[in-house]
């Protein structure tokens, strides 16, 4: 929790967080994340400074123990002095502790953004679903709690002036905003129309420019003038046996493998689940995600 403190920006986590997109699928299922369609609407999680402190905090966790279908999970919320957000004891069940920050008896419309991260530590852990490593999980965390429909709280809980800070949560902002960029394409939804922090909208608008950029990459048909060109020259060197070698470039994650008869293949990441997909080199092509089932328009 950044509290006053300088706030991180850009997509420094962003392989980090593709890669756990890819681990939802692959461990939820395409169905079941269509499940997770809507997301947790405000009215769910308000809280007012009149409510009891307490029940309302139950209240809440109740709502998001819900919205992740965790039925059997009693969690149970206290408050106590520390120096992150929150801590969630991960036990066998049915009964799970979680602890707040005591700052958030005094700035209770963000509870609900510390219970979304700590519930979702909860679901991941039914699912066995987790990464090495802290700063890794945590990331893996933020990405499964925004794009299954709770993460809006968490970039709503950012605020910035020259005075102050506030943001939870591993990803940056700007992260927050793509991974919500991602799911808002895919569902057809606008969160931005929940936000009560100015910052959050500008976060989001980045993270939505840094998604469009991933369906507009080559070899898929929407790419731009500039990288199909690049596509091109890249393709000619992968043909030629004798010629140079192409340095990687950041914004072209395909690459090209030659199969037996000199065929060639190109491979690149879906730009919905990140999984990357094979498809040869032949002009149009019309290809399916097996994980997410996305239809993409490709020239090879």
């Not at 679903?129 to 429909?149: H, K, M, P």
């Not at 080559?218 to 010629?243: E, I, K, N, V």
């Amino acid at each position: 929790m950044a509290n006053g403190g300088p706030v991180e920006h850009g997509f420094p986590h962003l392989e980090t967080v593709r890669a756990a997109v890819t681990a939802l699928y692959r461990r939820l299922s395409y169905d079941t994340v269509r499940t997770f369609s809507a997301s947790v609407p405000p009215a769910d999680v308000a809280f007012c400074d009149t409510d009891d402190l307490y029940l309302g905090t139950q209240r809440v966790a109740h709502e998001l123990v819900r919205h992740y279908r965790l039925p059997d999970a009693r969690v149970i919320v206290s408050f106590r002095e520390m120096t992150h957000a929150a801590h969630v004891e991960l036990t066998a069940g049915p009964e799970y502790f979680i602890e707040l920050n005591d700052r958030f008896r005094t700035h209770r419309r963000d509870i609900g953004a510390a219970l979304a991260h700590e519930v979702m530590h909860v679901y991941l852990h039914r699912l066995d679903l987790s990464f090495a490593g802290t700063r890794d999980n945590e990331i893996l965390t933020d990405t499964a709690t925004t794009y299954l429909g709770a993460g809006w709280l968490l970039l709503d809980a950012y605020r910035e002036d020259g005075a102050s800070s506030q943001k939870l949560g591993y990803l940056t902002p700007e992260e927050f905003g793509y991974v919500l960029a991602k799911r808002a394409l895919l569902f057809g939804e606008d969160p931005s129309v929940w936000f009560t922090s100015a910052q959050a909208y500008t976060a989001y608008g980045k993270g939505m420019a840094r998604a469009r950029r991933d369906e507009r990459q080559p070899p898929l048909t929407a790419a731009g003038w500039a990288g199909r060109r690049r596509y091109a020259r890249d393709r000619r060197h992968a043909q030629d046996p004798h010629g140079a070698e192409v340095p990687a470039e950041d914004d072209g994650p395909y690459a090209f493998t030659a199969q037996e008869g000199g065929a060639l293949r190109v491979s690149f990441p879906c730009p919905t689940c990140h999984q990357r997909i094979r498809v040869p080199v032949r002009g149009r092509v019309r290809a399916r995600c097996g994980l997410c089932r996305t239809v993409l328009e490709c020239d090879t």
